[in-house]
């Protein structure tokens, strides 16, 4: 990075900015839609920070390791570009607002990025070195998205904010609030539009979609899927993350009426041993979510998995981990991310007191997890061996290099957390969607040849 030192303390007449995105595909969302409200406003996008008037650091607080990455890369850019201005927005925003400008005065701003529509308003107190610190209440409403952090023929359509699962361990009702659901004919008409602008895959996320209008008292996401459904073209429909507590047995049948609503499903179940799911704030068994899969199953055999496993949790002993062990066996879900518990601050779970609270060293919370992780590795790769032979529908990425290699997806593959198809061609393109027969694995990807050559 080229280090600046102009006094911008006036409003730029040309006004550019760039974005730096941390965080998950919810948060990313919430940057395209910064950036959108900021070009509908005049300022101009850019790919660098070396020619931005404006930094914004668009942060993740959701535990401890990616609040340090936030500071660190906010700290970063202050110290690289002394005579610009950066604005901290996102999730360590929304937590931690004035304390945040407190711990790093270099700040030009706090901005909770729950409302991307206000962003103008705060810009306009920014280049006055007012330092601003504004959280605006949440306002779902979005500027159609012409520019995407991800490839875009593949993108993310929030339907909620917020979340009222209240897991004792998740920092996210403090960050957001209670779930606040978009308006339905609002996330139809953008699906639409994402459509007709060209978009092929779009995964909808929530912090849990089964809880889409469940704050107005309506379970909607049957509803909104049926709407989706609708809607004329050739697309695909992902649906990532469902809370296990909330499965909606109804959306099993619309994926299964549907070719186009992919039967890939993120549950993240997180433990097995009932002691550990109860501390948690959570509802179900290792035989509850044993039957939720084989139930999918029987509808849907070509159903695929992905969920999240946590160790370290207070209290977890040898006999629950062990239930885990033995639920990962007998789930052989697809996909898993592993991580190990973080305490956070104000979380019913930072508070547990007595033999509960006994605490879990990180070296064995993080042992725990290279365990899972190895057995998972051989799960994965068995379970990508029973693809080889068939044929799929493969959304081509890019190309690699100078070779006529390209990155795919199937249907079994979600966008960034999961594995690749790797295809040989001389005609094909990225965009294109190809027909494709799997050859053979490597590692956690797989390779194919193209039907369409």
Request: glycine share 6%; with cysteine.
């Amino acid at each position: 990075m080229n280090q600046e030192n102009t006094n911008s303390s006036s409003f730029p007449t040309t006004k550019s900015f760039y974005v730096e995105n941390l965080g998950c595909s919810k948060n990313q969302v919430d940057a395209e839609n910064i950036i959108s409200t900021l070009v509908g406003e005049g300022w101009i996008s850019v790919d660098t920070a070396d020619d931005a008037q404006l930094i914004i650091v668009n942060t993740c607080g959701f535990i401890k390791s990616a609040k340090e990455e936030s500071i660190n890369t906010i700290l970063d850019f202050t110290s690289a570009y002394p005579g610009k201005k950066v604005l901290a927005a996102g999730c360590l925003s929304e937590r931690y607002n004035q304390q945040l400008m407190e711990m790093i005065p270099e700040l030009s701003g706090v901005f909770g990025s729950m409302a991307p529509s206000h962003i103008p308003e705060v810009l306009d107190a920014v280049f006055k070195d007012e330092k601003p610190v504004v959280i605006p209440e949440a306002d779902l409403s979005v500027t159609p998205r012409k520019k995407f952090f991800s490839f875009d023929r593949s993108v993310y359509v929030k339907i909620a904010e917020g979340c009222n699962n209240r897991c004792t361990y998740c920092a996210i009702p403090i960050i957001k609030g209670d779930l606040k659901s978009r308006p339905f004919d609002d996330i139809v008409s953008e699906v639409r539009q994402l459509i007709t602008d060209g978009a092929f895959e779009l995964n909808l996320i929530a912090q849990d979609l089964a809880g889409y209008g469940t704050d107005s008292g309506q379970k909607d996401l049957p509803r909104l899927l049926r709407a989706i459904s609708a809607i004329e073209g050739d697309f695909w429909i992902r649906l990532l993350y469902i809370h296990p507590d909330r499965f909606i047995d109804e959306v099993v049948d619309i994926i299964k009426g549907d070719k186009r609503f992919l039967p890939y499903f993120d549950i993240p179940f997180q433990h097995a041993s009932e002691k550990i799911l109860r501390k948690m704030g959570r509802r179900g068994t290792a035989q509850s979510h044993l039957k939720m899969i084989q139930s999918i199953k029987d509808k849907l055999p070509e159903a695929v998995f992905r969920s999240t496993f946590m160790t370290g949790f207070p209290g977890e002993n040898n006999g629950d981990f062990k239930d885990l062990l033995d639920f990962q066996e007998q789930a052989e879900i697809n996909w898993v991310g592993f991580f190990t518990y973080s305490r956070e601050e104000d979380t019913p779970a930072w508070s547990y007191r007595g033999a509960f609270a006994s605490k879990i060293s990180e070296k064995k919370a993080v042992k725990r997890k290279a365990i899972l992780e190895e057995k998972q590795t051989l799960i994965t790769q068995r379970l990508l061996d029973t693809f080889i032979g068939r044929e799929y529908d493969v959304l081509i990425e890019e190309k690699v290099g100078e070779e006529n290699l390209y990155l795919g997806r199937t249907y079994f593959q979600a966008p960034e957390v999961d594995g690749l198809t790797v295809i040989h061609s001389e005609t094909i393109r990225p965009g294109d969607v190809v027909r494709a027969k799997i050859t053979k694995r490597n590692g956690m990807d797989l390779e194919a040849v193209s039907l369409e050559e």
